[in-house]
């Protein structure tokens, strides 16, 4: 007798088997996305400020925050200016987010106008 999990065999999940999605498998091809009314345009608005391997100045400065994080304590063994310096790429990252939404938010303001 099997145990209380069954093998999904299309996705390789594990599920119990009171679950009600048991033997159900949703793929990628479940949802469709229209990309016809794509234009050029929308995709030139889409990488501005970005460059082509996708490396914007918030991952650049959270990078050199980890490894100056790792300098400090590691190398140095200041632990505490270590560690403070280990929250900033979450800060920065952040930030970068909080600042693209806000910037997507005004353009569809303005595509809906």
Not at 51 to 59: E, I, N
Not at 96 to 112: C, G, H, P, T, V
Request: aromatic content about 10%; hydrophobic content about 35%; glycine content about 10%.
């Amino acid at each position: 007798m099997p145990g209380p999990f069954v093998r999904n065999g299309h996705a390789g999940r594990r599920q119990r088997s009171g679950d009600r999605l048991l033997g159900k498998c949703f793929t990628c091809t479940d949802v469709s996305i229209d990309v016809s009314e794509t234009s050029e345009e929308t995709t030139i608005e889409t990488a501005d400020g970005m460059s082509a391997d996708g490396l914007t100045p918030a991952v650049l400065a959270s990078v050199g925050s980890v490894a100056l994080a790792l300098y400090f304590y590691y190398v140095r063994g200041d632990k505490q200016r270590g560690q403070f310096v280990g929250f900033w790429p979450v800060t920065i990252l952040s930030l970068a987010s909080y600042f693209k939404l806000e910037e997507i938010k005004q353009l569809l303001a303005e595509r809906d106008e």
